[in-house]
């Protein structure tokens, strides 16, 4: 998934990249205006998270040219400017939401993900997104991968993924009763350079399970296959 960030500070646009990579988002980068509206006229983002003050043209006009064109691309205003007139403008010309500098990696990805799913569930029914099922019928999951969620079939209880985290759980779908080894799963869902002997696969898959299943210690879902990597059964 694909999140286009135009900021011109350096460092506010270098953390806030570093913070959607880290859970799977792929960044576009830009620093002023008409970049942003460059990349995302080539780049077609998922998402696009624009600064207002910015050289050349501010994040209100490049929202404005934005939904000329797209009217339901996600688009969130990360911004210093707190007056209530700031974010009056910014919703009325047709964002998402707005957060407020300085924010928090949590209430970020928070707003993210609030933002992709309403998006999604304000589509064209006729376009559903595809969904997979995983687990026994006792923890039984539904996974709507653009709306980065589950949600268990017993309870209809919601449960938050990051894009990798989907990224992971499609993987093993694909190869539902396979043994999937570690390389692999490294190489589909970090990429082909990725350092193999990390241990990120695992602590991805141990802070998944704490989100899935039902007993973490005793997972159904997510099985672990010695000396290979991991699996999925069969529903």
Request: glycine letters at 4%; one cysteine or more.
């Amino acid at each position: 998934m694909k999140v286009l960030i135009a900021e011109d500070d350096p460092i506010t646009l270098e953390s806030v990249s570093a913070c959607l990579t880290s859970e799977g988002f792929t960044t576009i980068l830009a620093t002023n205006g008409e970049q942003a509206i460059a990349k995302w006229s080539s780049e077609q983002p998922d998402l696009v998270c624009l600064d207002i003050m910015m050289p050349h043209i501010d994040g209100y006009e490049v929202c404005r040219r934005i939904r000329a064109t797209d009217p339901h691309l996600p688009v969130l205003f990360l911004s210093a400017k707190n007056e209530e007139i700031d974010v009056v403008v910014g919703l009325e010309i047709g964002a998402d939401d707005f957060v407020r500098k300085p924010f928090g990696k949590h209430e970020l990805l928070a707003r993210i993900r609030s933002v992709l799913r309403r998006s999604h569930m304000s589509a064209d029914a006729h376009s559903e997104s595809p969904t997979f099922t995983l687990g026994p019928d006792s923890s039984e999951l539904i996974i709507y991968p653009t709306e980065l969620r589950a949600e268990r079939t017993s309870t209809s209880e919601s449960i938050d993924l990051s894009p990798r985290e989907v990224s992971i759980l499609q993987c093993l779908h694909e190869r539902a009763g396979q043994a999937v080894h570690r390389d692999y799963l490294l190489d589909q869902c970090w990429g082909v350079d990725y350092y193999p002997e990390s241990r990120t696969l695992d602590q991805h898959i141990a802070n998944l399970r704490k989100s899935i299943e039902l007993d973490p210690s005793a997972p159904e879902i997510i099985e672990t296959v010695r000396g290979v990597g991991y699996r999925v059964a069969k529903v």
